[in-house]
């Protein structure tokens, strides 16, 4: 007999809620160790978004969380929890890496296009297998992907201390690539028409990731496949009267899924490492868990809980420099506090917030 | 508006329930307005209702499982608040549910007492159960081995056990929700024969049902809801089932299918041997075969999960048989996956599954994305770069809401948030859309309420007028009978008959149901 509640509650009133309830329990937090909460918030704020500096950071971290999100949310669609984009985001890594290697004597804008392809691919195929095994041997996707993050962080590691290492050097990285594998950066492109900017990691790959989180949505929501996907998300029964083959949509949305993870690369390895360094990914897969879930996995709601994410990691190194008593730790509690309560406890409001809209809608 | 409530002033003692002014809001819907009803002492006491018309709230509300939110609660004459189910049995009012609630791997024994041990140790109360379980069934023809798992009794002796549960608790008051919807006719029979023995004893039985039929056959008195108020109570042999309908639906009801005589053409499909052995080596189809005609209904009949289900899910491409074969116009069917959905519909075949809720619909999809479930590979569906037509579909779902009077009529509407009727009209809108030359139906009234139900058998007909070959399942002998040119009944996964549906009556059904073919001398 419940109805669900109003659209604009589900997409923004209860994320919000949940998200002022953990800024608060984080507040709670800086109170005990003895600083200023309010202060800590403007810092936050300023440290993120008070200047051209702080913005590219926050973007740039955004972007990356946008392709991830969006990785997590397709699978999501049909009914899969993808827990392995960390470890589809390290392939793509590699595989971005292998093609920027190869091709950076030539021009960024040839090696664009084969990066992509490099990167959704070896993404892709590091979920194709999760994928396959689930839709053939009924083994649980959430937990190979978990133990394929694994396999991927042994693999890269044996491979950047073996095979992609610089001769001689003491750091398990590849070599840094020529110019001609460097995504302009976003201060560049801007100075070109006269604008200045502060130097920021921020890179074209922003672009590529609202352009993927468009696709993403037409798939979801327009296509014939998306429409399969969900069928298959919310009754895999319905999907199989429905015609649908369910081991083939499993196969598929996974290698999109690990596909749009493996893109993540774009963005840290050809657009501002511009090297394959040890800790690349650096947890944006579990991020994208996160981002997802807030998201409500809609394309818009990513990018928004994308831009959240950015702003707390950003923010939280300004906030951790200012504030020498707040240590880097406590910035990832308050990004546990955010994931725990827009995630985990999401449903510890949406119950009585859906009553009180129901009480009022009676009344 | 409460016509003829039966109220017969308050806290009278003959009386076992009585409920004054009882009402229960969900939100904005009132699932029970003013309820006024009375329930003698020592009678079969029938509620009767559309689906939706508030009677499970009701009884939910009498068995702790809601709490009403104005009126009072009278048991024996004293007001009696029912805060949870623990408090109504103490109150002595027992409930047998629709869906048995029943530990399949424990014993008869173990199962009645289970939640009503008394003491730490178990043993002493299974001997104190068996002494009273002896005696239960000695009284009340509820003969069931106190020994035997559950899981492997039959449909029927599980339901006696929930009643000996519940007679185990002394209940007084007995509420069965829907109780003949699994029996087999000659279960029912005996299920009525228990009934009467208990009514006879002096306990109190109300009964919720949609069956008229039954309502007739054993209660004392009947109340009829409506939107949640009960619109009238009546003493049984005062009333007729046409009444009833009527004031069901409030509005005159045609309970018989009007139809001509079929014309049946050439045999459009076939089934040949069909067999299942599932995958715990269960045999669950032994060599079903059959044909059916243009322009005829075949109706498949038998107590739920004799193997019609599966018969229907191998026909629609959507479960693989074990050996046998299916021919559509003297074409073979690929039996071999469970993946042929959309084989079956390109090759004219439709199917309005049994189960609605988890095959027919995806209920959190608008009506219109129902609108083109199984046929969204279409042509008349499809739009460049393999995006959807959603112009096309919501066009399609739009025609759908108005040929078959769905209401509310709105496409974007979630499935979840239509009446059953109206989902299985949005089901049954779809798989005629495509004008197919086979449909294929499970159960198509299930849950569904009496005017849809009129409305439904007539589109079923129709479409078998024109010339279309229709195979029907359906655990509703009437329907059956109603519908159907030619009946087969299954018995076990086996075919145990086939007649003419006018050269057979409900005697004979029932038997052949029960496995037993009276024409067939000596056979099992």
């Known amino acids: ?363 | 508006m409460t016509v003829g409530t039966d109220t017969r002033g308050a806290g009278k003692p003959d009386l076992a329930i009585e409920l004054a002014g009882v009402s229960k809001s969900f939100g904005p819907v009132e699932a029970n307005r003013d309820i006024h009803l009375a329930v003698r002492r020592g009678t079969i006491h029938g509620i009767v209702g559309e689906n939706g018309a508030g009677k499970s709230t009701l009884m939910s509300i009498l068995y702790g499982f809601y709490q009403a939110d104005a009126g009072e609660i009278r048991v024996d004459g004293r007001p009696t608040p029912i805060p949870d189910s623990r408090a109504a049995i103490a109150a002595g009012i027992g409930m047998v549910h629709q869906h048995f609630m029943l530990v399949e791997p424990f014993s008869v024994l173990e199962n009645v007492v289970l939640g009503a041990e008394d003491g730490r140790l178990l043993r002493p109360s299974l001997a104190r159960a068996r002494d009273a379980l002896r005696r239960l069934e000695r009284d009340y023809e509820l003969e069931v081995d106190p020994d035997a798992i559950v899981g492997d009794l039959s449909v029927g002796a599980q339901q006696r056990v929930e009643i000996l549960k519940a007679l185990y608790r002394e209940a007084r008051i007995l509420i069965l929700d829907e109780p003949t919807g699994v029996l087999t006719p000659a279960e029912a029979d005996h299920l009525f024969r228990v009934l009467a023995a208990l009514r006879d004893e002096g306990k109190t039985i109300i009964l919720i049902t949609h069956k008229l039929r039954e309502i007739m056959a054993i209660t004392d008195a009947v109340s009829v809801m409506r939107r949640g108020e009960i619109v009238r109570t009546l003493p049984t042999a005062e009333t007729s089932p046409a009444e009833l309908a009527e004031l069901m639906v409030g509005r005159r009801v045609l309970l018989r299918v009007d139809k001509a005589p079929a014309r049946p053409g050439e045999v459009v499909i076939e089934a040949r041997r069909l067999s299942l052995t599932d995958a715990g080596g269960a045999r669950r189809l032994r060599d079903v075969s059959f044909e059916v005609r243009a322009g005829e209904i075949l109706g498949i009949a038998g107590v739920a999960g004799n193997g019609q289900s599966e018969l229907l899910e191998i026909l629609a491409g959507i479960r693989p048989a074990t050996s046998g074969a299916a021919l559509l116009r003297g074409r073979p069917l690929d039996l071999s996956r469970a993946t042929n959905g959309a084989d079956r519909r390109a090759r004219g075949i439709a199917h309005v599954p049994e189960d609605r809720h988890r095959r027919g619909l995806v209920m959190p999809f608008a009506a219109w994305e129902n609108a083109c479930l199984g046929y969204q590979d279409e042509a008349r569906f499809a739009a460049r770069f393999g995006l959807l037509d959603r112009d096309a579909i919501r066009a399609a779902a739009r025609a759908d809401i108005a040929r078959f009077d769905i209401r509310p009529p709105s496409c974007d509407l979630k499935a979840a948030n239509f009446s059953g009727g109206n989902q299985q009209k949005i089901v049954i809108a779809r798989e005629m859309d495509r004008e197919p030359d086979v449909l294929l139906v499970g159960q198509p009234t299930r849950g569904v309420d009496i005017g849809a139900i009129e409305f439904i058998h007539r589109q079923i007909v129709t479409l078998r007028d024109r010339g279309k070959a229709i195979i029907l399942v359906s655990v509703e002998l009437d329907e059956i009978q109603a519908l159907s040119d030619r009946i087969l009944v299954m018995f076990d996964g086996a075919v145990s008959g086939t007649r003419r549906a006018e050269e057979t009556d409900e005697r004979e059904l029932g038997l052949l149901m029960a496995g037993i073919d009276p024409k067939a001398k000596g056979a099992a």
């Open chain 1, 1 to 363: 007999m419940r109805t669900s509640p109003p659209r604009w509650a589900d997409l923004a009133l209860i994320p919000a809620v949940n998200l002022l309830l953990a800024l608060l329990v984080a507040g709670l937090v800086v109170i005990l160790i003895g600083e200023n909460p309010l202060r800590a918030v403007e810092l936050l704020v300023t440290g993120s978004l008070g200047s051209s500096y702080g913005i590219g950071f926050t973007l740039y971290y955004a972007t990356t969380f946008v392709f991830t999100g969006l990785s997590v949310a397709v699978a999501y669609h049909a009914g899969l929890f993808n827990i392995g984009s960390e470890g589809q985001a390290q392939l793509g890594c590699l595989g971005v890496t292998l093609v920027c290697l190869a091709l950076d004597r030539t021009h960024w804008l040839l090696v664009l296009p084969a990066a992509i392809l490099a990167g959704a691919a070896f993404g892709g195929a590091w979920a194709f297998l999760p994928g396959w095994l689930q839709a053939k041997r009924g083994s649980h996707v959430v937990i190979t992907t978990i133990m394929f993050n694994f396999i991927a962080s042994a693999l890269i590691v044996y491979l950047l201390v073996n095979t992609l290492k610089v001769p001689g050097s003491m750091s398990p990285e590849s070599r840094t690539f020529e110019a001609g594998a460097h995504l302009p950066f976003f201060h560049e492109m801007l100075a070109a028409i006269g604008i200045r900017v502060s130097r920021t990691p921020l890179n074209l790959s922003a672009l590529i990731a609202l352009l993927a989180a468009g696709l993403a949505w037409a798939l979801i929501w327009r296509s014939r496949l998306g429409y399969e996907m969900r069928a298959l998300g919310h009754s895999e029964p319905a999907a199989v009267y429905a015609g649908i083959d369910p081991a083939r949509i499993i196969v598929i949305a996974m290698v999109i899924s690990g596909a749009l993870a493996g893109l993540m690369a774009l963005n840290v390895i050809m657009g501002s490492q511009h090297r394959f360094v040890l800790d690349s990914v650096g947890g944006a897969g579990f991020v994208g868990i996160a981002v997802a879930l807030m998201g409500r996995n809609h394309p818009a709601g990513i990018l928004l809980a994308a831009l959240l994410f950015g702003i707390l990691y950003q923010g939280g190194s300004e906030l951790a420099f200012e504030m020498p008593d707040i240590s880097r730790d406590m910035i990832v509690v308050i990004q546990a506090l955010v994931i725990l309560f827009t995630g985990a406890l999401e449903n510890l409001t949406r119950a009585p917030i859906e009553r009180l809209l129901a009480r009022r809608g009676a009344g």
